[in-house]
Protein backbone atom coordinates (compact mmCIF):
# COMPACT_ATOMS: atom_id res chain seq x y z
CA UNK A 1 0.00 0.00 0.00
CA UNK A 2 1.25 3.32 -0.88
CA UNK A 3 3.04 5.21 2.43
CA UNK A 4 1.30 8.59 1.41
CA UNK A 5 2.75 10.24 4.78
CA UNK A 6 6.13 9.11 3.86
CA UNK A 7 6.31 10.48 0.31
CA UNK A 8 4.88 13.88 1.30
CA UNK A 9 7.08 14.43 3.69
CA UNK A 10 9.95 14.35 1.05
CA UNK A 11 8.13 16.20 -1.69
CA UNK A 12 9.57 19.71 -2.44
CA UNK A 13 6.89 22.68 -2.75
CA UNK A 14 8.74 24.11 -6.24
CA UNK A 15 6.39 24.08 -9.50
CA UNK A 16 6.34 20.84 -11.29
CA UNK A 17 4.85 17.53 -12.95
CA UNK A 18 3.84 13.97 -10.99
CA UNK A 19 2.81 10.97 -12.60
CA UNK A 20 1.04 8.38 -10.99
CA UNK A 21 1.61 4.39 -11.38
CA UNK A 22 -0.42 0.89 -10.46
CA UNK A 23 1.32 -1.65 -9.19
CA UNK A 24 1.98 -2.99 -12.31
CA UNK A 25 4.00 0.23 -13.15
CA UNK A 26 1.34 1.54 -15.74
CA UNK A 27 1.20 5.13 -16.20
CA UNK A 28 -2.37 6.45 -14.18
CA UNK A 29 -2.33 10.18 -14.25
CA UNK A 30 -0.30 12.77 -15.50
CA UNK A 31 -0.59 16.62 -13.62
CA UNK A 32 1.46 19.44 -12.94
CA UNK A 33 1.51 21.82 -9.95
CA UNK A 34 2.51 25.38 -8.99
CA UNK A 35 3.63 23.60 -5.30
CA UNK A 36 3.97 20.08 -5.75
CA UNK A 37 3.62 19.22 -2.17
CA UNK A 38 0.22 21.20 -1.59
CA UNK A 39 -1.15 19.67 -4.72
CA UNK A 40 -0.30 16.22 -4.08
CA UNK A 41 -1.39 16.59 -0.43
CA UNK A 42 -4.70 17.12 -2.12
CA UNK A 43 -5.50 13.84 -2.84
CA UNK A 44 -4.94 12.31 0.19
CA UNK A 45 -6.81 14.41 2.47
CA UNK A 46 -9.81 12.47 4.45
CA UNK A 47 -12.58 14.31 2.93
CA UNK A 48 -13.75 15.91 0.17
CA UNK A 49 -12.84 13.43 -3.10
CA UNK A 50 -14.68 12.46 -5.26
CA UNK A 51 -15.96 8.90 -5.65
CA UNK A 52 -13.77 9.06 -9.04
CA UNK A 53 -10.37 10.62 -7.93
CA UNK A 54 -11.11 8.18 -4.66
CA UNK A 55 -10.66 5.15 -7.10
CA UNK A 56 -7.33 6.73 -9.08
CA UNK A 57 -5.77 7.40 -5.35
CA UNK A 58 -6.70 3.44 -4.53
CA UNK A 59 -4.60 2.27 -7.31
CA UNK A 60 -1.49 4.27 -6.91
CA UNK A 61 1.51 2.59 -6.10
CA UNK A 62 4.23 5.07 -6.86
CA UNK A 63 4.40 8.60 -7.80
CA UNK A 64 7.29 10.32 -9.67
CA UNK A 65 7.92 13.98 -9.76
CA UNK A 66 9.58 16.20 -11.79
CA UNK A 67 11.10 19.62 -10.63
CA UNK A 68 10.21 22.56 -13.46
CA UNK A 69 11.59 26.24 -13.22
CA UNK A 70 8.22 27.22 -13.55
CA UNK A 71 4.52 26.66 -13.33
CA UNK A 72 4.19 27.50 -17.08
CA UNK A 73 7.31 25.01 -17.91
CA UNK A 74 5.74 22.08 -16.23
CA UNK A 75 2.29 22.92 -17.81
CA UNK A 76 4.12 22.02 -21.54
CA UNK A 77 6.07 19.12 -20.27
CA UNK A 78 2.58 17.93 -18.51
CA UNK A 79 1.03 18.16 -22.11
CA UNK A 80 4.16 16.72 -23.55
CA UNK A 81 3.63 13.63 -21.08
CA UNK A 82 0.00 13.12 -21.79
CA UNK A 83 0.32 12.86 -25.75
CA UNK A 84 3.07 10.07 -25.33
CA UNK A 85 1.92 8.48 -22.72
CA UNK A 86 -1.81 8.29 -22.52
CA UNK A 87 -2.50 8.20 -19.01
CA UNK A 88 -6.67 6.59 -18.11
CA UNK A 89 -7.64 9.18 -15.96
CA UNK A 90 -6.56 12.71 -17.78
CA UNK A 91 -8.38 14.35 -20.04
CA UNK A 92 -7.66 12.83 -23.53
CA UNK A 93 -8.59 14.49 -27.00
CA UNK A 94 -8.81 11.54 -29.30
CA UNK A 95 -8.49 14.21 -32.28
CA UNK A 96 -5.20 15.73 -32.37
CA UNK A 97 -4.60 16.49 -36.31
CA UNK A 98 -3.83 19.85 -37.65
CA UNK A 99 -6.85 21.51 -39.32
CA UNK A 100 -6.91 22.29 -42.96
CA UNK A 101 -6.21 25.62 -44.91
CA UNK A 102 -7.04 27.35 -48.10
CA UNK A 103 -3.17 27.25 -50.11
CA UNK A 104 -2.91 30.04 -52.48
CA UNK A 105 0.73 29.19 -54.27
CA UNK A 106 2.89 32.08 -54.78
CA UNK A 107 5.56 31.33 -57.37
CA UNK A 108 3.75 30.22 -60.27
CA UNK A 109 2.81 33.50 -62.88
CA UNK A 110 -0.43 31.84 -62.80
CA UNK A 111 -0.81 31.04 -59.08
CA UNK A 112 -3.20 28.21 -57.92
CA UNK A 113 -5.75 27.47 -54.79
CA UNK A 114 -6.75 24.97 -52.81
CA UNK A 115 -7.38 22.77 -50.20
CA UNK A 116 -4.16 22.03 -47.62
CA UNK A 117 -3.41 20.15 -44.67
CA UNK A 118 -0.21 19.40 -42.67
CA UNK A 119 3.18 21.20 -43.10
CA UNK A 120 3.45 24.57 -44.63
CA UNK A 121 6.39 23.85 -46.97
CA UNK A 122 5.51 25.40 -50.24
CA UNK A 123 5.56 29.17 -51.53
CA UNK A 124 2.62 30.56 -50.56
CA UNK A 125 0.13 32.34 -48.45
CA UNK A 126 -2.11 29.75 -46.09
CA UNK A 127 -5.87 31.38 -44.98
CA UNK A 128 -7.50 29.41 -41.83
CA UNK A 129 -7.59 27.24 -40.28
CA UNK A 130 -10.89 25.76 -40.34
CA UNK A 131 -12.93 23.24 -38.71
CA UNK A 132 -12.75 21.03 -41.65
CA UNK A 133 -12.42 19.81 -45.48
CA UNK A 134 -15.22 20.63 -45.93
CA UNK A 135 -15.66 24.42 -44.46
CA UNK A 136 -12.03 24.45 -47.09
CA UNK A 137 -14.59 23.05 -50.31
CA UNK A 138 -17.82 25.90 -49.38
CA UNK A 139 -14.84 28.99 -49.30
CA UNK A 140 -12.83 27.29 -52.44
CA UNK A 141 -16.30 26.87 -54.30
CA UNK A 142 -17.42 30.33 -53.70
CA UNK A 143 -14.09 31.67 -54.38
CA UNK A 144 -13.74 29.59 -57.54
CA UNK A 145 -17.59 30.95 -58.95
CA UNK A 146 -17.01 34.38 -57.86
CA UNK A 147 -13.55 34.98 -58.97
CA UNK A 148 -12.63 31.67 -61.44
CA UNK A 149 -8.66 30.81 -60.09
CA UNK A 150 -7.74 27.75 -60.96
CA UNK A 151 -7.33 25.01 -58.84
CA UNK A 152 -5.91 22.40 -61.12
CA UNK A 153 -2.76 20.83 -60.13
CA UNK A 154 0.79 21.94 -61.62
CA UNK A 155 1.28 18.32 -63.65
CA UNK A 156 -1.85 19.16 -65.12
CA UNK A 157 -1.98 22.93 -65.98
CA UNK A 158 1.56 22.48 -67.34
CA UNK A 159 0.11 19.82 -69.95
CA UNK A 160 -3.26 21.42 -71.41
CA UNK A 161 -3.82 21.82 -75.01
CA UNK A 162 -7.09 22.88 -74.30
CA UNK A 163 -9.34 24.18 -71.83
CA UNK A 164 -10.84 22.00 -69.14
CA UNK A 165 -14.78 21.45 -67.46
CA UNK A 166 -13.83 23.85 -65.11
CA UNK A 167 -13.34 26.05 -67.80
CA UNK A 168 -17.15 25.32 -69.90
CA UNK A 169 -18.59 25.72 -66.31
CA UNK A 170 -17.19 29.15 -65.54
CA UNK A 171 -14.85 28.42 -62.67
CA UNK A 172 -11.86 29.35 -64.48
CA UNK A 173 -10.37 31.26 -66.84
CA UNK A 174 -8.51 28.83 -68.90
CA UNK A 175 -5.07 30.59 -68.13
CA UNK A 176 -3.54 27.08 -69.01
CA UNK A 177 -4.15 27.62 -72.45
CA UNK A 178 -3.96 31.47 -72.16
CA UNK A 179 -7.22 32.81 -72.45
CA UNK A 180 -6.52 35.31 -69.77
CA UNK A 181 -3.80 37.48 -69.43
CA UNK A 182 -1.13 37.59 -66.43
CA UNK A 183 -1.94 40.96 -65.17
CA UNK A 184 -6.06 40.26 -65.38
CA UNK A 185 -5.76 36.99 -63.59
CA UNK A 186 -3.62 38.50 -60.89
CA UNK A 187 -6.12 41.39 -60.50
CA UNK A 188 -8.76 38.35 -59.63
CA UNK A 189 -5.45 36.61 -57.00
CA UNK A 190 -5.31 39.66 -55.66
CA UNK A 191 -8.97 40.33 -54.92
CA UNK A 192 -9.70 36.81 -53.72
CA UNK A 193 -6.54 37.78 -51.02
CA UNK A 194 -8.66 40.32 -50.23
CA UNK A 195 -11.91 38.27 -49.62
CA UNK A 196 -9.83 35.75 -47.97
CA UNK A 197 -8.06 38.45 -45.20
CA UNK A 198 -11.74 40.34 -44.24
CA UNK A 199 -11.51 43.36 -46.85
CA UNK A 200 -15.48 42.65 -48.83
CA UNK A 201 -15.93 45.91 -48.61
CA UNK A 202 -13.05 46.93 -50.47
CA UNK A 203 -13.43 44.68 -53.43
CA UNK A 204 -16.66 45.44 -53.91
CA UNK A 205 -15.62 49.67 -53.69
CA UNK A 206 -13.05 48.43 -56.76
CA UNK A 207 -15.28 46.09 -58.17
CA UNK A 208 -18.33 48.69 -58.48
CA UNK A 209 -15.35 50.96 -60.15
CA UNK A 210 -14.63 48.88 -62.51
CA UNK A 211 -17.77 47.74 -63.27
CA UNK A 212 -18.47 51.80 -64.42
CA UNK A 213 -15.89 52.00 -66.33
CA UNK A 214 -16.30 48.80 -68.19
CA UNK A 215 -20.02 50.33 -68.93
CA UNK A 216 -18.65 53.66 -70.14
CA UNK A 217 -16.66 51.71 -72.63
CA UNK A 218 -19.39 49.41 -73.74
CA UNK A 219 -18.02 46.51 -72.67
CA UNK A 220 -20.95 45.35 -71.42
CA UNK A 221 -20.17 41.52 -70.70
CA UNK A 222 -17.50 42.18 -68.66
CA UNK A 223 -19.59 44.63 -66.42
CA UNK A 224 -21.85 41.79 -66.37
CA UNK A 225 -19.38 39.80 -64.89
CA UNK A 226 -18.02 42.30 -62.55
CA UNK A 227 -22.01 42.74 -61.35
CA UNK A 228 -22.37 39.11 -60.77
CA UNK A 229 -18.96 39.13 -58.79
CA UNK A 230 -20.67 42.35 -56.48
CA UNK A 231 -23.75 40.54 -55.98
CA UNK A 232 -21.87 37.37 -54.50
CA UNK A 233 -19.70 39.12 -52.36
CA UNK A 234 -23.11 41.26 -50.92
CA UNK A 235 -25.10 37.68 -50.39
CA UNK A 236 -22.22 36.75 -48.88
CA UNK A 237 -21.83 39.39 -46.56
CA UNK A 238 -25.46 38.99 -45.58
CA UNK A 239 -25.05 35.58 -44.07
CA UNK A 240 -22.20 36.03 -41.92
CA UNK A 241 -23.39 35.79 -38.27
CA UNK A 242 -20.14 37.86 -36.83
CA UNK A 243 -20.73 40.80 -39.45
CA UNK A 244 -19.12 44.30 -37.48
CA UNK A 245 -16.08 42.55 -35.98
CA UNK A 246 -13.06 41.73 -36.26
CA UNK A 247 -9.59 39.56 -34.89
CA UNK A 248 -8.89 35.62 -34.86
CA UNK A 249 -11.05 34.21 -31.59
CA UNK A 250 -11.56 30.61 -30.66
CA UNK A 251 -14.64 29.98 -28.34
CA UNK A 252 -15.13 27.37 -26.46
CA UNK A 253 -18.06 26.34 -24.44
CA UNK A 254 -18.55 23.02 -22.22
CA UNK A 255 -21.15 20.51 -21.59
CA UNK A 256 -21.15 17.37 -19.04
CA UNK A 257 -23.93 14.95 -18.79
CA UNK A 258 -24.10 11.22 -17.24
CA UNK A 259 -20.03 11.18 -16.80
CA UNK A 260 -19.94 12.60 -20.58
CA UNK A 261 -18.27 15.88 -21.49
CA UNK A 262 -18.51 17.58 -24.73
CA UNK A 263 -16.51 20.79 -25.67
CA UNK A 264 -17.74 22.79 -28.76
CA UNK A 265 -15.17 25.31 -30.70
CA UNK A 266 -16.37 28.14 -32.87
CA UNK A 267 -13.78 29.45 -35.19
CA UNK A 268 -13.78 32.86 -35.69
CA UNK A 269 -11.31 34.40 -38.15
CA UNK A 270 -11.65 38.48 -39.47
CA UNK A 271 -14.71 38.34 -37.42
CA UNK A 272 -16.49 36.06 -39.86
CA UNK A 273 -17.23 32.34 -38.08
CA UNK A 274 -15.30 29.84 -40.61
CA UNK A 275 -17.37 26.56 -39.00
CA UNK A 276 -17.15 25.11 -35.18
CA UNK A 277 -16.77 21.37 -34.14
CA UNK A 278 -17.78 19.77 -31.12
CA UNK A 279 -15.14 17.04 -29.62
CA UNK A 280 -15.64 14.41 -26.84
CA UNK A 281 -12.79 14.31 -24.12
CA UNK A 282 -12.78 11.42 -22.13
CA UNK A 283 -13.15 12.31 -18.69
CA UNK A 284 -12.82 9.87 -15.54
CA UNK A 285 -12.10 12.32 -12.38
CA UNK A 286 -15.31 14.44 -12.86
CA UNK A 287 -13.93 17.50 -13.16
CA UNK A 288 -15.68 20.76 -12.97
CA UNK A 289 -16.70 22.53 -16.19
CA UNK A 290 -13.43 24.82 -15.05
CA UNK A 291 -11.11 22.21 -14.57
CA UNK A 292 -12.40 20.27 -17.92
CA UNK A 293 -11.91 23.39 -20.06
CA UNK A 294 -8.05 24.44 -18.37
CA UNK A 295 -7.41 20.59 -19.33
CA UNK A 296 -8.62 20.82 -22.63
CA UNK A 297 -7.23 24.10 -23.79
CA UNK A 298 -3.88 22.74 -22.73
CA UNK A 299 -4.06 19.80 -24.86
CA UNK A 300 -5.91 21.34 -27.98
CA UNK A 301 -3.22 23.57 -28.22
CA UNK A 302 0.60 22.81 -26.80
CA UNK A 303 2.69 21.05 -28.76
CA UNK A 304 -0.14 20.91 -31.52
CA UNK A 305 0.36 22.19 -35.40
CA UNK A 306 -2.84 24.31 -34.89
CA UNK A 307 -2.53 27.81 -34.79
CA UNK A 308 -3.32 29.73 -32.04
CA UNK A 309 -5.85 32.38 -32.25
CA UNK A 310 -4.67 35.62 -30.68
CA UNK A 311 -7.79 35.70 -28.15
CA UNK A 312 -9.59 32.13 -26.86
CA UNK A 313 -13.10 32.80 -25.04
CA UNK A 314 -14.14 30.35 -22.63
CA UNK A 315 -17.52 29.68 -20.83
CA UNK A 316 -15.72 29.25 -17.55
CA UNK A 317 -13.39 30.95 -15.44
CA UNK A 318 -9.83 28.86 -15.92
CA UNK A 319 -7.84 28.63 -12.80
CA UNK A 320 -3.84 28.06 -14.32
CA UNK A 321 -5.36 31.00 -17.16
CA UNK A 322 -1.49 33.24 -16.55
CA UNK A 323 0.37 30.48 -16.90
CA UNK A 324 -1.95 29.09 -20.03
CA UNK A 325 -1.67 32.44 -21.68
CA UNK A 326 2.20 32.11 -21.39
CA UNK A 327 3.04 28.82 -22.55
CA UNK A 328 0.48 29.68 -25.70
CA UNK A 329 1.89 32.98 -26.48
CA UNK A 330 5.30 31.54 -26.36
CA UNK A 331 4.09 28.79 -28.98
CA UNK A 332 2.35 31.38 -31.64
CA UNK A 333 4.95 34.13 -31.45
CA UNK A 334 2.37 36.42 -30.29
CA UNK A 335 0.37 37.66 -26.90
CA UNK A 336 -2.80 35.62 -26.37
CA UNK A 337 -5.52 36.54 -24.34
CA UNK A 338 -8.05 33.95 -22.11
CA UNK A 339 -11.01 35.52 -21.55
CA UNK A 340 -14.55 34.71 -19.89
CA UNK A 341 -15.97 37.70 -18.27
CA UNK A 342 -17.61 38.76 -21.55
CA UNK A 343 -20.51 41.53 -23.27
CA UNK A 344 -22.30 42.14 -26.65
CA UNK A 345 -21.51 39.97 -29.11
CA UNK A 346 -18.74 37.75 -27.96
CA UNK A 347 -20.98 36.88 -25.30
CA UNK A 348 -23.33 35.75 -27.42
CA UNK A 349 -20.25 33.60 -29.13
CA UNK A 350 -20.14 31.70 -25.94
CA UNK A 351 -23.98 31.62 -25.68
CA UNK A 352 -24.13 29.50 -29.19
CA UNK A 353 -20.90 27.24 -28.41
CA UNK A 354 -22.35 26.16 -25.04
CA UNK A 355 -25.91 26.04 -26.43
CA UNK A 356 -24.16 23.56 -29.27
CA UNK A 357 -22.08 21.48 -26.88
CA UNK A 358 -25.34 21.18 -24.53
CA UNK A 359 -27.42 19.70 -27.85
CA UNK A 360 -24.46 17.39 -29.45
CA UNK A 361 -23.97 15.89 -25.74
CA UNK A 362 -27.42 15.09 -25.83
CA UNK A 363 -27.55 13.39 -29.22
CA UNK A 364 -24.10 11.42 -29.07
CA UNK A 365 -26.01 10.21 -25.34
CA UNK A 366 -28.92 9.60 -27.01
CA UNK A 367 -27.22 7.30 -29.91
CA UNK A 368 -24.78 5.77 -27.48
CA UNK A 369 -27.90 4.68 -25.38
CA UNK A 370 -29.43 3.16 -28.63
CA UNK A 371 -26.27 1.41 -29.46
CA UNK A 372 -25.70 -0.09 -25.81
CA UNK A 373 -29.30 -1.03 -26.24
CA UNK A 374 -27.96 -3.53 -29.02
CA UNK A 375 -25.07 -4.83 -26.95
CA UNK A 376 -27.97 -6.19 -24.53
CA UNK A 377 -30.28 -7.26 -27.56
CA UNK A 378 -27.04 -9.36 -29.00
CA UNK A 379 -26.52 -10.91 -25.27
CA UNK A 380 -29.74 -12.41 -24.98
CA UNK A 381 -29.65 -13.54 -28.23
CA UNK A 382 -26.07 -15.86 -27.64
CA UNK A 383 -27.34 -15.97 -24.00
CA UNK A 384 -24.60 -14.91 -22.89
CA UNK A 385 -23.97 -14.49 -18.96
CA UNK A 386 -22.21 -10.88 -19.09
CA UNK A 387 -22.37 -8.49 -21.67
CA UNK A 388 -20.40 -8.30 -24.46
CA UNK A 389 -18.72 -4.86 -24.77
CA UNK A 390 -16.18 -5.26 -27.23
CA UNK A 391 -16.09 -6.71 -30.77
CA UNK A 392 -14.02 -7.31 -33.71
CA UNK A 393 -14.70 -8.45 -37.68
CA UNK A 394 -12.55 -8.89 -39.93
CA UNK A 395 -13.58 -8.87 -44.00
CA UNK A 396 -11.61 -9.43 -47.29
CA UNK A 397 -11.06 -7.13 -50.02
CA UNK A 398 -9.59 -7.37 -53.91
CA UNK A 399 -10.20 -7.06 -57.40
CA UNK A 400 -9.77 -10.54 -59.23
CA UNK A 401 -6.94 -11.43 -56.59
CA UNK A 402 -5.04 -7.95 -56.85
CA UNK A 403 -3.63 -6.25 -53.67
CA UNK A 404 -5.51 -8.35 -51.09
CA UNK A 405 -6.15 -6.22 -48.51
CA UNK A 406 -8.08 -7.97 -44.95
CA UNK A 407 -9.32 -5.45 -42.33
CA UNK A 408 -10.15 -5.52 -38.54
CA UNK A 409 -12.73 -3.06 -37.48
CA UNK A 410 -13.19 -2.87 -33.25
CA UNK A 411 -16.60 -1.90 -31.40
CA UNK A 412 -17.24 -1.12 -27.89
CA UNK A 413 -20.22 -0.21 -26.23
CA UNK A 414 -19.80 3.27 -26.80
CA UNK A 415 -19.27 2.92 -30.88
CA UNK A 416 -16.01 2.42 -33.34
CA UNK A 417 -12.89 2.18 -31.78
CA UNK A 418 -10.56 3.60 -34.49
CA UNK A 419 -7.74 3.96 -33.29
CA UNK A 420 -7.86 -0.05 -32.46
CA UNK A 421 -8.61 -0.73 -36.40
CA UNK A 422 -5.91 -2.79 -38.10
CA UNK A 423 -5.29 -3.23 -41.77
CA UNK A 424 -3.26 -6.14 -43.13
CA UNK A 425 -1.92 -6.62 -46.53
CA UNK A 426 -1.77 -10.47 -47.38
CA UNK A 427 1.18 -11.85 -49.13
CA UNK A 428 2.52 -15.22 -50.57
CA UNK A 429 -0.65 -16.59 -51.17
CA UNK A 430 -2.54 -17.40 -54.25
CA UNK A 431 -4.78 -14.87 -56.21
CA UNK A 432 -7.97 -14.77 -54.97
CA UNK A 433 -7.81 -17.06 -51.90
CA UNK A 434 -10.17 -15.54 -49.43
CA UNK A 435 -9.46 -18.76 -46.61
CA UNK A 436 -5.93 -18.00 -46.68
CA UNK A 437 -6.02 -14.08 -46.60
CA UNK A 438 -8.22 -14.57 -44.04
CA UNK A 439 -5.87 -17.15 -42.12
CA UNK A 440 -2.91 -14.96 -42.19
CA UNK A 441 -4.57 -12.11 -40.95
CA UNK A 442 -6.44 -13.75 -38.21
CA UNK A 443 -2.79 -14.84 -37.27
CA UNK A 444 -0.89 -11.76 -37.46
CA UNK A 445 -4.06 -9.98 -35.57
CA UNK A 446 -3.77 -12.40 -32.59
CA UNK A 447 -0.33 -13.01 -32.61
CA UNK A 448 0.10 -9.36 -31.78
CA UNK A 449 -2.66 -9.28 -29.31
CA UNK A 450 -1.19 -12.49 -27.88
CA UNK A 451 1.62 -10.30 -27.47
CA UNK A 452 0.38 -7.77 -25.20
CA UNK A 453 -0.02 -5.22 -27.92
CA UNK A 454 -3.86 -4.60 -27.42
CA UNK A 455 -7.15 -6.22 -25.54
CA UNK A 456 -8.65 -9.32 -27.00
CA UNK A 457 -12.28 -9.33 -28.23
CA UNK A 458 -15.52 -11.06 -26.54
CA UNK A 459 -17.35 -11.58 -29.85
CA UNK A 460 -14.84 -12.03 -33.14
CA UNK A 461 -17.42 -11.86 -36.16
CA UNK A 462 -16.19 -12.86 -39.50
CA UNK A 463 -17.60 -11.77 -42.90
CA UNK A 464 -18.33 -15.27 -44.51
CA UNK A 465 -19.55 -18.47 -43.83
CA UNK A 466 -17.71 -21.63 -42.46
CA UNK A 467 -14.49 -21.46 -44.68
CA UNK A 468 -13.84 -18.21 -43.25
CA UNK A 469 -15.07 -19.36 -39.69
CA UNK A 470 -12.64 -22.35 -39.75
CA UNK A 471 -9.68 -20.09 -40.54
CA UNK A 472 -10.74 -17.77 -37.50
CA UNK A 473 -10.87 -21.50 -35.21
CA UNK A 474 -7.57 -22.83 -36.61
CA UNK A 475 -5.56 -19.54 -35.77
CA UNK A 476 -7.31 -19.03 -32.78
CA UNK A 477 -6.77 -22.60 -31.05
CA UNK A 478 -2.69 -22.87 -32.99
CA UNK A 479 -2.06 -19.77 -30.54
CA UNK A 480 -3.77 -20.77 -27.47
CA UNK A 481 -6.13 -18.12 -27.23
CA UNK A 482 -9.55 -18.93 -25.23
CA UNK A 483 -12.93 -17.19 -24.63
CA UNK A 484 -13.50 -15.57 -27.76
CA UNK A 485 -17.00 -16.18 -29.29
CA UNK A 486 -16.68 -16.31 -32.91
CA UNK A 487 -19.69 -15.71 -35.26
CA UNK A 488 -19.68 -16.18 -39.04
CA UNK A 489 -21.86 -13.48 -41.05
CA UNK A 490 -22.90 -15.40 -44.37
CA UNK A 491 -25.03 -13.23 -46.51
CA UNK A 492 -28.85 -15.22 -47.43
CA UNK A 493 -29.64 -16.62 -49.75
CA UNK A 494 -31.24 -13.21 -51.39
CA UNK A 495 -28.05 -11.67 -50.57
CA UNK A 496 -29.79 -8.63 -48.99
CA UNK A 497 -29.20 -6.93 -45.73
CA UNK A 498 -32.11 -8.64 -42.94
CA UNK A 499 -31.26 -12.43 -44.39
CA UNK A 500 -28.14 -12.95 -42.79
CA UNK A 501 -27.60 -16.23 -41.28
CA UNK A 502 -25.09 -16.35 -38.60
CA UNK A 503 -23.04 -19.23 -37.35
CA UNK A 504 -22.30 -19.55 -33.33
CA UNK A 505 -19.15 -21.86 -32.98
CA UNK A 506 -19.81 -21.83 -29.51
CA UNK A 507 -22.80 -23.85 -29.50
CA UNK A 508 -22.51 -25.33 -33.16
CA UNK A 509 -25.67 -23.78 -34.44
CA UNK A 510 -27.17 -21.20 -37.07
CA UNK A 511 -29.17 -17.94 -36.34
CA UNK A 512 -31.56 -16.26 -38.29
CA UNK A 513 -32.53 -13.12 -36.57
CA UNK A 514 -35.66 -11.31 -37.57
CA UNK A 515 -34.81 -8.33 -40.04
CA UNK A 516 -35.61 -5.52 -37.09
CA UNK A 517 -33.58 -7.62 -34.65
CA UNK A 518 -31.45 -4.71 -32.51
CA UNK A 519 -29.07 -7.51 -32.30
CA UNK A 520 -28.90 -8.09 -36.06
CA UNK A 521 -28.63 -4.08 -36.56
CA UNK A 522 -25.31 -4.29 -34.24
CA UNK A 523 -23.32 -7.05 -36.57
CA UNK A 524 -24.69 -5.52 -39.71
CA UNK A 525 -22.86 -1.91 -38.61
CA UNK A 526 -19.96 -3.89 -37.51
CA UNK A 527 -19.88 -6.00 -40.42
CA UNK A 528 -20.46 -2.96 -42.87
CA UNK A 529 -17.95 -0.87 -41.25
CA UNK A 530 -15.09 -4.09 -41.52
CA UNK A 531 -16.44 -3.86 -45.39
CA UNK A 532 -15.90 -0.51 -45.91
CA UNK A 533 -12.30 -0.07 -44.19
CA UNK A 534 -11.36 -3.08 -46.45
CA UNK A 535 -12.79 -1.65 -49.51
CA UNK A 536 -10.84 1.74 -49.03
CA UNK A 537 -7.73 0.16 -48.21
CA UNK A 538 -7.81 -2.09 -51.01
CA UNK A 539 -8.25 0.75 -53.49
CA UNK A 540 -5.66 2.79 -51.58
CA UNK A 541 -3.21 -0.49 -52.48
CA UNK A 542 -4.20 -1.08 -56.00
CA UNK A 543 -4.05 2.81 -57.09
CA UNK A 544 -0.06 2.93 -55.98
CA UNK A 545 0.74 -0.15 -57.38
CA UNK A 546 -1.00 0.94 -60.43
CA UNK A 547 0.86 4.46 -60.49
CA UNK A 548 4.63 2.21 -59.46
CA UNK A 549 6.29 1.82 -62.09
CA UNK A 550 7.35 -1.99 -62.36
CA UNK A 551 11.04 -0.57 -62.99
CA UNK A 552 11.00 0.90 -59.17
CA UNK A 553 11.01 -2.59 -57.28
CA UNK A 554 14.25 -3.81 -59.28
CA UNK A 555 17.21 -3.44 -57.09
CA UNK A 556 20.16 -1.69 -58.91
CA UNK A 557 17.45 0.40 -60.65
CA UNK A 558 17.45 3.79 -59.09
CA UNK A 559 15.87 6.93 -60.93
CA UNK A 560 19.35 7.82 -62.70
CA UNK A 561 19.12 4.67 -64.56
CA UNK A 562 15.28 4.37 -65.03
CA UNK A 563 15.19 7.80 -66.62
CA UNK A 564 17.80 6.31 -69.47
CA UNK A 565 16.24 2.97 -70.13
CA UNK A 566 13.12 5.57 -71.02
CA UNK A 567 14.53 7.77 -72.82
CA UNK A 568 16.43 5.09 -74.92
CA UNK A 569 13.56 3.27 -75.68
CA UNK A 570 11.28 5.72 -75.72
CA UNK A 571 8.66 4.43 -73.17
CA UNK A 572 7.92 1.38 -70.76
CA UNK A 573 6.36 -0.53 -73.41
CA UNK A 574 8.79 -0.48 -75.87
CA UNK A 575 11.26 -1.69 -72.86
CA UNK A 576 9.10 -4.80 -72.05
CA UNK A 577 9.87 -5.40 -75.81
CA UNK A 578 13.12 -5.50 -75.58
CA UNK A 579 15.62 -8.59 -75.29
CA UNK A 580 18.24 -8.48 -72.68
CA UNK A 581 20.98 -7.72 -75.09
CA UNK A 582 19.21 -4.62 -76.00
CA UNK A 583 18.99 -3.44 -73.01
CA UNK A 584 22.36 -3.77 -71.32
CA UNK A 585 23.29 -1.66 -74.78
CA UNK A 586 22.00 1.04 -72.50
CA UNK A 587 24.51 3.34 -70.89
CA UNK A 588 25.39 2.31 -67.54
CA UNK A 589 22.93 -0.94 -67.60
CA UNK A 590 25.52 -4.22 -67.32
CA UNK A 591 24.77 -7.39 -68.67
CA UNK A 592 23.99 -8.94 -65.94
CA UNK A 593 21.58 -5.92 -64.76
CA UNK A 594 20.28 -6.50 -68.30
CA UNK A 595 19.51 -10.01 -67.41
CA UNK A 596 17.29 -8.99 -64.49
CA UNK A 597 15.18 -6.33 -65.80
CA UNK A 598 14.18 -8.49 -68.28
CA UNK A 599 13.58 -11.26 -66.06
CA UNK A 600 11.25 -9.39 -63.75
CA UNK A 601 9.66 -7.68 -66.46
CA UNK A 602 8.50 -10.95 -68.01
CA UNK A 603 7.77 -13.11 -65.04
CA UNK A 604 4.33 -14.43 -65.25
Sequence with gaps: MFDSKRFLSSVTRKPGVYQMFDADNHILYVGKAKNLRNRLSSYFRSSGLTAKTMALVQRINTIEVTVTRSETEALVLEQSLIKSQHPPYNVMLKDDKGYPYIFLSSSDAFPRIGLHRGAKGR?????????????????????????????????????????????????????????????????????AEMFLTGKSDSIIRELADEMDGASRALAFEKAARLRDQISALRRLQADQV???????????????????????????????????????????????????????VSQFYIGSPREIPREILVSEALEDVVPLQEALGAQGG?????????????????????????????????????????????????????????????????????????????????????????????????????????????????????????????????DGGKGQVNQALDALNALGVVGVQIIGVAKGATRKAGFETLYVVSSNKELVLSADSPALHLIQRVRDEAHRFAIAGHRARRDKKRRESPLEGIAGVGPARRRALLRHFGG?????????????????????????????LHQE
Aim: charged share 25%.
Design 242 to 296: AEGDSGDVDVLGVASEAGSCCVHVLFIRLGRILGSRSFFPSERLGLSHAALLSAF
Design 123 to 191: KGRYFGPFPNASSVRESLNFLQKTFRIRSCEDSVFHNRSRPCLQYQIQRCTAPCVHFIGEKEYRQDVRH
Design 572 to 600: LQEVKRATAAEIASVEGISRKLAQTIYSV
Design 334 to 462: HEVAIAHKLRGKRATWVEMAEQAARQNLSSRTAAQQRLFDRFEALQDVLDLEQLPERLECFDISHSSGEATVASCVVFDTAGPVKSDYRRFNIKGIRAGDDYAAMGQALKRRYTRLSGGEGKFPNILLI
